[in-house]
């Protein structure tokens, strides 16, 4: 799969393109799943919230076949190579959970900020992509973004240690209402929250600013942020875990388009 | 002002209503600048968040002109005077600031759980009136409601005296979950955000379950709740300040439709 001209228009304007249902039910059912039996489990992949709750589960495509299969997807792979005209790798895999009536917040924050200042990665030539497992609505932790803001370089950040269980390079509230100032349109609004049904798929810019509220709602937001990396802008710092922020930097090689489906047909008829 | 036929069948079916822009621009910017400036107070009846932020104000018709006309407001009170057939007095007058990055979570609950048990309120002869002071949009902690869920009667509650400054009888998850799934459409969502311009009022029943996430957006939302009750059902046990649940069970009389209006006429004029 390839971005239109228009598309790729948008990314460079807006800072993001968004692709309602790229996944079909059939194929986020399986990822749901999966997703779901990861995030009980006890490994040091699996962080947790204060209540105990799952917060994030990182490098599942490193022991999941399924999502060794969405790393590798057409869908998401394809556009990144056309985008960054090179091969890509893995640099982070995280399905946060932002579990029913316990996900917390996400402060404001940029994510090349941290992949530049704690793994020396050269340039934002690294594209994260959000693929909603759940409905993602208004209501239930929504991701925030702040259009335009991928322009502004890196912004001065603070280390948060202490909100909540995953440290971040936070933004202040000057910086964000600035920021939120300068994207508003006539209705002087200037963050967006994309909602959708559970296979929607959001690419964002790695100087994109965002946040997530906490979930107070009964219905569970589980969202995959995957971020792939141009392979000649690969990270240089190995301060954190390589589980984290991977030192693996063989391109990814693309499955074909209707793997998820030949797996969930496979595994199905497997278990009948 | 009175409720069509349609709005009080939806009241009794749903547990509330909701009336967009009943307020005009002129009348509730001055109300969102006595607000503002009333928040900024240090006195008994200002409430704080753990940030220091203002939470709630109560009790502000008793010192501010601007508030006494709204709670004697005819689109307010006509309303209510219709519903129960009788004379109203003020039960409660909250002013609630949900700050910018700052305004934090009000939990699941009902409120006439409180007045039942901590004030001795007969029956749920009582409504709340929410007046958006700021535009409610769904990013900046927007008031949720269980639709139907006020035909449940006092619910089970546990009184939550850490979780925010606040002290709550908050409804647990199970209960919360089984309700929003009897009230779900066939989107399978059972919660809704009223949202809108600045002026708009909710009306909803003392039993509806509800609640309201953190704002971690620069857009504050400052909403009034102002609960008015029947006279002949005035409440019976004075456990709370008499400046959060009041002890005057005076009727209130209407001011003219226009009293905010003119006030901030008079007030421009005498300001230049």
Redesign the interface.
Known sequence: MELSAEQLKAFDDKGYVFLPNCFSEEEIALLRIEGEQILKADRKEVWREKTGAPRTAFAAHTFNEVFRLLVSHPRLVGPLKQYFGEDVYVHQFKLNAKA??EGD?W??HQDYGTWARDDGMPEPRAMNIAIFLD?V???N??L?IIPKSHKQGVLAAGHDKTTTSYPLWTLD?DT??RL??EAAGP???G?V?PTGKAGSVLMFHGNLVH?S???????PRKIVYLTLCAVSNHITKFTREEWIAHRDFTPIEMVDDDALVEYARAHKSAAE
């Open positions: 029913a009536f917040v402060q404001w409905d609505l208004p209501i932790g929504a925030m509230k964000v209402t939120a100032n209705d002087g609004v963050i929250a946040a509220p906490p979930n107070i709602t009964p219905y």
